[in-house]
Every structure is written in structure tokens, then in C-alpha cells.
């Protein structure tokens, strides 16, 4: 390992360029070229991650030597993938440092905080009893928070909640560096007092730990204190920092969270949900059926506890199991080594800047988290996640360009329009970057882009 100059203190170490190449032969597909024989450089990890090889024969391995149906049957194969199914579960709760029962397989993100926010819901109309409706109940009057700054997938199933409960929706604005702009979070006097976004009303405060536009992080332990300082419930999206940077969500202070495989080295079709185990014993069921249930009648059912009675039907077994793998793949090169790589990235790819005619949304510099952001102080306070402008070409065109230079960028509105619209622009593309993305691959995609406002003349 060696010491990186950007962000000082627990990002100092990154891997040595060796360790880079052994990273980078660990992924199968990065050796393949696109458009007539170019290299590929794929700068699009924040959509979608490559897969390791060790994640691929995970999966092939288990179809392969125990596929069966999980949580059933006496035979051997039956006892192996039940063994292995709930192995991963071990495997992901040691990446976010929570307990293995904290841990609740989802075929998404998207889908886990529709489980949240349906199962608030649920025990609104008094499903899971009395005390799950004193819990969790929401109604006229009350108040969601969310931000400015959100991903569709966490802001759509809160409005629809409003919608149906009768709540109000609120959030946090976004100042024009792309951060979280929290003067108003607890009130002018941090008396909780009408005027504050959390309040005596705020039940739920749902936000992202890291923007998948701006690649700002957000004071994930502060929002948190406020919200149980309200016995308000917290529920983060960390899908654009489990992947990247140490995460423990205990320490975090949040009580659920969600993160997604396909972003975190892993396969498509799994996610994981976390709540605390009290939460989550209390929290209905949304999806009913067969493997989440103790003792059923004609009559009546009872659920299994947690996590089981959230995970209905059959599972998706080899894609947990190559989650798994992931997990551990992250952790044995150590989430601190990623994110001091990962911040190096950041701050080349924000010389980008420098180019004329290329505007960046977001924060323009990688710093480190301070003191007051403990868990996290030390850390990288943005991500290698940048989104931006070219004066006179529309983000499609730019993605056009760059493709055909074998350079794999996303484009669009990232599913972030009123973020956005904050900046009064239509659409970004943004270039993203992961653990196996090299220096050498952002120069040659800073150097790409500065061709491209003089390919359609708009110099």
C-alpha cells in the first residue's frame, strides 16, 4: 500500500500499482473491446458494477453442485444451499457491521424501501396489531422528510405513502454546491420547533448516504440523531456508499437501510434490506405466501420472525450466494484501500473542470469528513461520481461521442429529476468509477471529452 495525498487521515492508503493490475485481472469483461477494437474504459459503475471472477464461479458453483430450493426439503442438496444461502447473509452483514438477522433479502433496493414504506402502511391499517400500529402509524398532520437530492426509488414510495396516509411530504434542499443545504434541519435555535424541517410531526426522514448525481456525501450520523431525537424512524439509501467506502450501519445510528448487489461487485435480482431487529419484529409483512409463515389455518396465519417473514416464495438463492462472495471480495481489499483509491479517482475526474465549456454539478473537490461526522471522520466527503454539463451539446450527444471512443458513460436525469431541476437542466452525463478503474482511464477519458464541444462545432 501506499499514501495518497487526497483526504489525509483514514483515506491515506491505496493500492500500489501492482495491486491495481491483480485487481483489475480479478474482472473478466474489462479485457474486452468495444467499437471496432477500442479499449473499453467503462466509467459507469454507479448504474451497474463489473463482477469478479470469484462472484461468477460463486454462482456457476452453486448451480452447478447444490441448487435447491432453500429453507425445505431433508435431502443433502437442500441442507447445502439453505447452508449457503444463509452464509451470505453473514457474509453482507459483516460489510455494513450489523447482525446476520438484521439482514433481509429483496430483489432490489427499489423493492426494499417499497417494503418499508408499504409496511408502514400495513400497520397504519392496523395489520401486525395494536403495538405495530402505535409504532409505526402515520396519518394527517404527520410529515415525511426526505431531500432534494434523491434517486426516484426513494422518493416516489414516500409520495405515494403521503398520498395514501394523508401525510405531508417535506424535504431538505440542495445548495448550489450539491450538498445538502441543513441550516433549517433542526430549527434557527435547534429547538425542534415548527420552523424545523425535523419535528415533533416528522415521522419518517428517508435520504441517500451519497447523491448517485452530485457524489456528495450526506451527514448520515447527524440527520440520524436528529430524527430519533424526534422518535422520528430513519431509512438511508446506501447504494452509492456500501459499494465505495466503510459503512457500519450500526454506528451509523439509521434504523433501516438498502443497498443493491448489482452496484456492490455482486449479481443482478438481489438486494438487501437492513432494519434493527425490534423494528423489524414489529414491522407487518408486505409479501404473504409460502416460506414466511409459522402456523397457518383456514382461519388465521402466524409469521415467522425476522428475517424470514419478510422473504415469501422462493428466494433468489445463487444470486445471494454470489452477493455474498462480493461482500467478502470488498472486505478482504479492505473498504478503507477502496476508498483512499476511490478518492484519487474523484479528484482527477473533477479536473474535468479545467476543460473549457464543462460545468460539474456537484462538489468540486474531494475533501475529508471532520470530527462532527464521526463515525465516518476521515473519509472522502464525495465519492468518484461526477456529473456535468458541455456548454452547447446535450448530455446524449456527449455519451455518443465518448462511446465511440470505447468510453462507457451514463446519461439522462439518473433518475433524479427534481435534482435536476434544482440546477435548471434537463439531463447530465455523469462518469463513475469503481475499485478497478485506473488513473490512466480518467486521463484518457478527461482527454476524450475535451474533443468534444469541437466535434459539433460548438467551440
Known amino acids: ?6 483526504g489525509a487521515g483514514r483515506t491515506g492508503r491505496t493500492f500500489t500499482p501492482a495491486e491495481l493490475v491483480a485487481v483489475r485481472a480479478d474482472f473478466p469483461l474489462l479485457g474486452r473491446t468495444v467499437r471496432d477494437g477500442k479499449r473499453l474504459i467503462y466509467l459507469d459503475s454507479a448504474a451497474t458494477s463489473q463482477k ?4 461468477l464461479d460463486t454462482e456457476v458453483d452453486f448451480y452447478e453442485q447444490r441448487n435447491a430450493a432453500v429453507h425445505r426439503g431433508a435431502h443433502a442438496l437442500a441442507e447445502e444451499a439453505t447452508e449457503a444461502f444463509e452464509h451470505a447473509r453473514q457474509q453482507v452483514a459483516a460489510l455494513v457491521g450489523t447482525d446476520v438477522g438484521e439482514i433481509v433479502w429483496t430483489p432490489g433496493a427499489t423493492m426494499g424501501i417499497n417494503l418499508v414504506a408499504t409496511g408502514i402502511q400495513n400497520a397504519t391499517l392496523g395489520r401486525g396489531g395494536p403495538a405495530a400500529a402505535e409504532r409505526f402509524r402515520i396519518g394527517p398532520g404527520d410529515e415525511i422528510l426526505v431531500t432534494e437530492a434523491e434517486h426516484h426509488s426513494n422518493l416516489v414510495p414516500w409520495q405515494e405513502l403521503a398520498a395514501r396516509t394523508g401525510a405531508t411530504l417535506r424535504w431538505i434542499p440542495v445548495g448550489d454546491d450539491g450538498r445538502l443545504d441543513l441550516a433549517g434541519l433542526e430549527g434557527a435555535d435547534g429547538g425542534r420547533g415548527d420552523a424545523a424541517l425535523i419535528n415533533e410531526r416528522t415521522k419518517v426522514v428517508a435520504f441517500a448516504h451519497v447523491s448517485n448525481v452530485t457524489g456528495a456525501v450526506a451527514p448520515v450520523a447527524r440527520i440520524a440523531a436528529a430524527a430519533r431525537a424526534v ?22 445510528g439509521v434504523d433501516f437501510a438498502v443497498f443493491s448487489a448489482h452496484k456492490t461487485l455482486g449479481p443482478t435480482g438481489v438486494g438487501a434490506l437492513y432494519g434493527r431487529r425490534e423494528l423489524l419484529e414489529a414491522l407487518p409483512p408486505v409479501t404473504t405466501g409460502g416460506s414466511m409463515v409459522e402456523v397457518v389455518t383456514m382461519e388465521a396465519t402466524t409469521f415467522a420472525p425476522p428475517p424470514l417473514k419478510f422473504e415469501a416464495g422462493t428466494q433468489m438463492v445463487a444470486q445471494a450466494v454470489g452477493f455474498g462472495a462480493a461482500a467478502d471480495y470488498l472486505r478482504e481489499l479492505g473498504m478503507e484501500a477502496v476508498a483512499a483509491h476511490e478518492a484519487e479517482l474523484a479528484a482527477e475526474l473533477l479536473r474535468i473542470a479545467e476543460i473549457p465549456g464543462v460545468r460539474v454539478i456537484g462538489p468540486a473537490s474531494v475533501g475529508t469528513l471532520g470530527e462532527e461526522a464521526a463515525p465516518e471522520a476521515g473519509l472522502p466527503d464525495r465519492v468518484a461520481a461526477v456529473s456535468f454539463v458541455v456548454d452547447g451539446v446535450h448530455a446524449h450527444d456527449v455519451g455518443q461521442v465518448l462511446d465511440d471512443a470505447g468510453i462507457a458513460v451514463r446519461v439522462g436525469h439518473h433518475c433524479a429529476q427534481p435534482l435536476h431541476r434544482r440546477f ?5 452525463a455523469r462518469a463513475s468509477a469503481s475499485v478497478y478503474t485506473t488513473l490512466d482511464e480518467v486521463k484518457a477519458f478527461r482527454e476524450a471529452l475535451a474533443g468534444v464541444r469541437a466535434f459539433f462545432g460548438a467551440e
Open 424 to 428: 435548471g437542466i434537463a439531463a447530465t
Open 52 to 55: 469478479p471472477q470469484v462472484v
Open 1 to 6: 500500500m501506499t499514501t495518497t495525498d487526497v
Open 231 to 252: 422518535g422520528a424512524l430513519t431509512v438511508l439509501d446506501a447504494c452509492q456508499s456500501v459499494p465505495h467506502r466503510p459503512v457500519d450501519l450500526h454506528a451509523l
